[in-house]
């Protein structure tokens, strides 16, 4: 089981932000999948993702909590 970044209270969502050098070989599907395997929603947030545009990455998470 994996630990995530961030965790939603009160729900069942996680966000892990994905560093672009430590994670670079890494699949953000394989991440999302084994998240629900153990019934957890997750996102996927890429370094590259919050240092290009900050307000896209809020819209995502407001998104992502309110689905």
């Known amino acids: 089981m994996r630990n995530p970044d961030f965790i ?3 729900t069942n969502k996680v ?3 994905f560093g672009d ?3 670079r070989n ?3 599907d394989e991440v999302i999948n084994e998240y629900a395997n153990a019934g ?3 996102l996927v947030i ?3 993702e919050i240092v290009e545009n900050k307000q ?3 819209s995502l998470i407001q998104k992502f909590e309110c689905r």
């Open 8 to 10: 939603i209270e009160n």
């Open 21 to 23: 050098y430590w994670h």
């Open 46 to 48: 890429w370094e590259k």
């Open 15 to 17: 966000i892990e932000v």
């Open 26 to 28: 890494d699949s953000p």
């Open 40 to 42: 957890l929603d997750c």
């Open 56 to 58: 896209r990455v809020f």
